[in-house]
């Protein structure tokens, strides 16, 4: 599963980043994070 970051495919995918960006998202709701399609 790939994730977009205010649109944008990333382009590393592995757990430790999702992890940190995910934390990173979370701690600023005004970003917008969601699974590519």
């Not at 757990?15 to 917008?32: C, G, P, S």
């Amino acid at each position: 599963s790939r994730l977009c970051y205010i649109g944008v495919e990333l382009i590393s995918t592995e757990d430790k980043y999702k992890n940190l960006i995910n934390k990173f998202i979370l701690e600023h709701n005004n970003l917008k994070m969601a699974e590519c399609t």
